[in-house]
T-cell receptor, first 117, second 114 residues
C-alpha cells in the first residue's frame, strides 16, 4: 500500500484477554518500529526490526508484550493478559533502512487504539 | 525521567506571524533531532531534522535551530498559515547507538488563527 497500514484501528478488549495488533509497512521498507502513545504524550518506543530480526526490544514494558516480523514484512504486536494500563494508541512505523538521516524518513501509521475494560 | 521536554502544551499565533516551538533535552548523547507534525486522526509526519554538527537547518517556511550548549532546539515557522495548526513533536536520538529508538517530547498544539 501507499502508507503504513495498521489493524484493527480500534480494539476494545476485556482485562485478561490477549490482543494482537497488525502492521503492514510500506512495501520495500527494511526497518519497522512499534511505538505506544498515551493521550497528551508523545510516542514512546517499544521495539524495532530490521528485516525479520528484532534489533531492539528495550522499550517493551514487560514480558506480556512481544512482537514478531517472521518474513521481514508484516509485523504483529501481541499483548497477553491485557491490563487497563495497556490502554493506549499503538503506532507502527517503517523506514527504507535503519538509522536516522535526512534521506531516511520514518513513516508512521494511523495507529491502533486499544481500550482495555 | 523525561529526556525530551516540550514545556508549552499549546501556542496560538496569528496567520502570517512567526510561530516558535521550543524543545529541551537532557541527554548529551543525542546527536540527531527531528520535528514531526500530527493532524487529528493521523499518524505523525516528518517535518524537518537537524544533526548536531549543525546549528541551523532550513526548509521553506520551516527552520530548526539547535543550541547544543543549552541543549535546546526550536522550530520556527514563518509565515504561519492556518494549515499549520497541528500538534508538533520534537524527537531526539543518538545515531551512534545504532538503535531505532526516537525519544519524543510531549507535543505542542499550535493554533494559527486566520
Amino acid at each position: 500500500g501507499a502508507g503504513v497500514s495498521q489493524s484493527p484501528r480500534y480494539k476494545v478488549t476485556k482485562r485478561g484477554q490477549d490482543v494482537a495488533l497488525r502492521c503492514d509497512p510500506i512495501s520495500g521498507h527494511v526497518s519497522l518500529y512499534w511505538y505506544r502513545q498515551a493521550l497528551g504524550q508523545g510516542p514512546e518506543f517499544l521495539t524495532y526490526f530490521n528485516y525479520e530480526a528484532q534489533q531492539d526490544k528495550s522499550g517493551l514494558p514487560n514480558d506480556r508484550f512481544s512482537a514478531e516480523r517472521p518474513e521481514g514484512s508484516i509485523s504483529t504486536l501481541t499483548i497477553q493478559r491485557t491490563e487497563q494500563r495497556d490502554s493506549a494508541m499503538y503506532r507502527c512505523a517503517s523506514s527504507l533502512f535503519g538509522g536516522f538521516s535526512s534521506g531516511n524518513t520514518i513513516y508512521f501509521g494511523e495507529g491502533s487504539w486499544l481500550t482495555v475494560v | 525521567d523525561q529526556q525530551v521536554k516540550q514545556n508549552s502544551p499549546s501556542l496560538s499565533v496569528q496567520e502570517g506571524r512567526i510561530s516558535i516551538l521550543n524543545c529541551d533535552y537532557t541527554n548529551s548523547m543525542f546527536d540527531y533531532f527531528l520535528w514531526y507534525k500530527k493532524y487529528p486522526a493521523e499518524g505523525p509526519t516528518f517535518l524537518i531534522s537537524i544533526s548536531s554538527i549543525k546549528d541551523k537547518n532550513e526548509d521553506g517556511r520551516f527552520t530548526v535551530f539547535l543550541n547544543k550548549s543549552a541543549k535546546h532546539l526550536s522550530l520556527h515557522i514563518v509565515p504561519s498559515q492556518p494549515g499549520d495548526s497541528a500538534v508538533y513533536f520534537c524527537a531526539a536520538t543518538g545515531r551512534s547507538s545504532n538503535t531505532g529508538k526516537l525519544i519524543f517530547g510531549q507535543g505542542t498544539t499550535l493554533q494559527v488563527k486566520p
